[in-house]
């Protein structure tokens, strides 16, 4: 079946370190997408990529980091400057010639806590 | 910078009766509205749609109202199941460049 595979669901951090999120598409999506969920806020986007070896930052870019060598793969690594990584990650993709007006397709995210 | 709000954190209705979700955003130019529904650890789903040229849309027991000229959207649920119980994110975006989510609601349907 195809879908965005997102890994680990559950990942605890020390201080300090760096951590990568995994997001995996086979849905031959050209667009993907990280956001950030807390609670009581809406989801905030992060960095997105429109195609492969290209990405723009999103409103919360600073700690993170991403790269895009492959069309199925947009891995997020949020770095020991982001001061408040504890929460839950989302990572979607979209088919290209749909832009934003379509629906975004979801992974079922990654619970990231940092101890 | 709050764009779309949506104002009630959680919704409490009885199984059978209507639920309805609402939604204020306040970029003018947003042309495109969405709904997504989300059960817990899970992503959310795509659920219905609205484009700004529209003021209802239907699909099922689910319909979209859009009210441009006071920038409100809602959800109505018609009648509501207990498998209905989730968050719903309300989104928009304009000229295919960006999309803005609401804060969600937590709806809860009570057999």
């Known amino acids: 079946d195809g879908g965005i595979t997102q890994s680990p669901k559950y990942l605890f951090r020390k201080e300090g370190q760096n951590v990568t999120l995994s997001c995996e598409q086979n849905l031959n999506h050209d667009a993907m997408y990280w956001y950030r969920q807390d609670p009581g806020q809406g989801l905030r986007l992060i960095y997105y990529s429109q195609i492969v070896n290209d990405f723009q930052k999103g409103d919360i870019a600073e700690g993170y980091s991403v790269s895009r060598e492959k069309k199925e793969s947009f891995p997020l690594t949020v770095t020991s400057a982001q001061k408040n990584p504890t929460a839950f990650y989302l990572c979607a993709s979209i088919p290209r010639g749909t832009g934003w007006a379509g629906e975004l397709f979801f992974g079922e995210g990654s619970r990231l806590t940092v101890l | 910078d709050q764009q779309v709000k949506q104002n009630s954190p959680s919704l409490s209705v009885q199984e059978g009766r209507i639920s309805i979700l609402n939604c204020d955003y306040t970029?003018?130019?947003?042309?495109?509205f969405l709904w997504y529904k989300k059960y817990p650890a899970e992503g959310p789903t795509f659920l219905i749609s609205?484009?700004?040229?529209?003021d209802k849309n239907e699909d099922g027991r689910f319909t979209v109202f859009l009210n441009k000229s006071a920038k409100h959207l809602s959800l109505h649920i018609v009648p509501s199941q207990p498998g209905d119980s989730a968050v719903y994110f309300c989104a928009a975006s304009f000229n295919n460049n960006d999309m803005r989510f609401g804060a969600g609601t937590r709806l809860t349907v009570k057999p």
């Open positions: 609205i484009s700004s040229i529209k």
């Open positions: 970029n003018s130019m947003f042309d495109y």
